[in-house]
């Protein structure tokens, strides 16, 4: 009996945990003119992407240039001059997001 309460809420409180520690990666790109891109990007939780890593990459997945985020989570890049590019921000191994070109205005 005292297995299956401990099991029972071990179990609960990993589920109950789980909303908790969860978020997810933002990040949002705009051309301030025609050569200039700034990136913000941050969690959805709130939290700063501040120290995140920012890398730069062709349609063919080469690296065009890589940086950090500022402390208040920006980052600003002269406009690559392949056609097609991602920006993505790398928090850590479990979160990245991205975005296209074709996505930034």
């Given at each position: 009996m005292r297995v299956a309460h401990f099991v029972a809420v071990f179990c609960g409180s990993?589920?109950?945990?789980?909303?908790?520690?969860a978020h997810s990666p933002l990040i949002s790109c705009f051309y301030d003119d025609?050569?200039?891109?700034?990136?913000?990007?941050?969690?959805?939780d709130g939290a700063s992407a501040a120290g995140g890593v920012?890398?730069?990459?062709?349609?063919?997945?080469?690296?065009?240039?890589?940086g950090r985020f500022s402390e208040n989570s920006t980052f600003t890049l002269k406009k690559p001059e392949s056609p097609v590019f991602q920006i993505i921000f790398i928090g850590d191994t479990a979160h990245e997001a991205g975005v296209f070109n074709d996505e930034i205005f």
């Open positions: 990993l589920f109950a945990a789980g909303p908790v520690l025609e050569t200039t891109i700034t990136c913000e990007a941050g969690y959805s920012i890398r730069v990459v062709d349609g063919d997945e080469r690296l065009l240039t890589e």
